[in-house]
């Protein structure tokens, strides 16, 4: 079984949040199980310093007005995946963001780069270039490859079968009509049952409409999209796809996420064994400028500071959140507003209070393992992950039951300790008392050391890797295809690719 995988992002290639995660952890899950995959994304210049053995394979015929754009090959570091990367110095190499420039504006050709990107798949698809490898499934990412079903669905004879997945119905990729000639979209398609969306051109609507299958990142969350209120716009869309639309949870790469084995912290520990959490919570502490103290509960924030990751929510509860004596740690990104708030409560809870703007991985490692509590709230969440790491890690989530974060938490109720099933707490309100509810109540149980250690003991044993959901996928593809699932004989790594070097091409 060939699978032609396409994203904007994956970790440690490039990243801004969990799509890039899924990006590294399903593809290489599959390749273990014998999937010969191939994983497609943008050439952004990280992305050259991170991949093994690049080398350039094939040099792409103009498209969309583009002429500069070769393919470079690679393996993603330390596994035997292998990674095609689209270099076109004119769409993505340059300074900023993936999406944005350095002053968090949108990059105003945003339209016609991922657009780039989801022809390039679709040549490649085709075999359309100079790669002699055609899939027999090609799985598009999120509205950047959201045009790759459409366009493959306007391809004449024999082509791949399509899926599609959508890891944030909020993210949609609209744009403004006037695109259309530079994105290759044929007018016939800008219709309201193509890629009209409101006057607008959106690359989500045209993968949930082309798409063969289409996927989301967690059973909860596909039967809430399908709601007016959780599918901003494109519920009617998921409810005409019904039969052909689904949610697999998403699982974590316990090789990169195992306090075990775990090369950021420092001092690794197990379950069995768990007394190098003390220590990575007194260095916690120590890097962050916090008072030195294992008996103070930390509670961790890493993630977006946005308003669905509910910041604002956890602004309010801060006040409240030193007065019971604890350390609040923060770490991530977003709205400015929210940056610029919590930025002015630490300075007035510098006892009490970290908080670091911007993402850093080892950072958020070290959060995980140093923590006893972990807040992952949302007023919507797809799948979530970082819950699903602190379980792993043994601290103890604090989620709102929506989403993936009602698949994969347990709340910590009378029955459930007694029961020995909990691991975690949850609530349903918005409100900030929701909030400080369930967070009094996890307060309440870490000064039950016994009980505590119960529910970490339980929160460790829980299995999301990707093995169960990676299989689920494998499934869905056979389904979509037609083909059995036979494990594939990759032992000549590249043997695919033509033997041209550089140099050849450049000729």
């Known amino acids: ?37 191939r994983l497609l994304m943008p050439g952004y210049p990280r992305a050259y310093t991170r991949i093994e053995k690049p080398r350039i394979v094939a040099k792409l015929d103009p498209i969309l007005g583009i002429a500069d754009a070769t393919l470079v090959a690679g393996t993603f570091p330390d596994t035997d995946l292998p990674v095609w990367l689209i270099d076109s110095p004119t769409l993505f190499r340059r300074e900023g963001g993936l999406y944005q420039d350095e002053a968090g504006r949108d990059w105003p050709d945003n339209a016609l780069r991922f657009a780039f990107l989801s022809h390039v798949a679709a040549k490649l698809a085709m075999q359309q270039t100079r790669i002699n490898w055609k899939p027999d499934v090609v799985h598009a990412n999120d509205w950047h490859a959201g045009l790759l079903p459409l366009l493959l669905s306007l391809e004449k004879g024999p082509r791949p079968s399509t899926v599609f997945t959508t890891h944030n119905m909020a993210f949609q990729g609209n744009f403004t009509s006037e695109v259309l000639p530079s994105i290759g979209i044929p007018d016939h398609c800008h219709t309201t049952d193509g890629t009209e969306f409101y006057g607008q051109v959106s690359f989500l609507k045209a993968g949930l409409s082309y798409g063969d299958r289409v996927t989301t990142v967690s059973p909860t ?23 052909e639309f689904s949610g697999i949870l998403n699982g974590i790469d316990d090789t990169l996420w195992d306090p075990e084995t775990d090369i950021h912290l420092p001092q690794t520990y197990r379950a069995s064994d768990i007394s ?98 972990l807040l992952a709230p949302a007023r919507f969440e797809p799948c979530g992950l970082t819950q699903l790491y602190a379980l792993r890690y043994g601290t103890l989530p604090v989620v709102r039951r929506t989403g993936g974060l009602a698949d994969t938490v347990i709340d910590a109720d009378a029955q459930a300790i007694a029961d020995r099933t909990a691991t975690g707490f949850v609530f349903d309100d918005t409100s900030v008392q929701g909030l400080i509810s369930a967070l009094g109540r996890a307060l309440a149980l870490y000064r039950e050391p016994l009980t505590w250690r119960r529910l970490q003991l339980h929160a460790m044993a829980q299995d999301f890797s990707w093995d169960a959901s990676a299989a689920k996928y494998i499934d869905l593809y056979s389904e979509v295809s037609g083909i059995p699932y036979t494990p594939a004989d990759r032992t000549v790594q590249g043997k695919d690719e033509i033997p041209e070097t550089a140099r050849q091409i450049a000729r």
């Open 221 to 243: 969350y596909a039967r809430e999209i399908l709601t007016p209120d959780f599918g901003c716009g494109l519920d009617g869309v998921l409810r005409h796809r019904d039969k």
């Open 276 to 373: 190098g959490k003390r220590t990575c919570k007194i260095a916690l502490q120590h890097e962050l400028g916090l008072p030195l103290n294992a008996d103070t509960p930390v509670i961790g924030f890493v993630s977006r500071l946005t308003h669905q990751k509910m910041a604002d929510t956890i602004l309010a509860a801060v006040r409240w959140i030193a007065e019971q004596d604890a350390q609040l740690v923060v770490v991530g990104e977003g709205e400015p507003a929210i940056e610029a708030a919590m930025s002015e409560i630490q300075a007035q809870y510098a006892d009490r209070v970290s908080v670091t703007i911007g993402y850093d991985e080892p950072l958020a490692h070290r959060l995980q393992a140093g923590s006893d509590i």
């Open 1 to 37: 079984m060939r699978v032609l995988f396409v994203t904007a992002e994956a970790y440690p290639l490039a990243k801004t949040g969990g799509l890039a995660d899924v990006s590294r952890a399903l593809p290489i899950a599959l390749v273990r199980r014998g999937v010969d995959v």
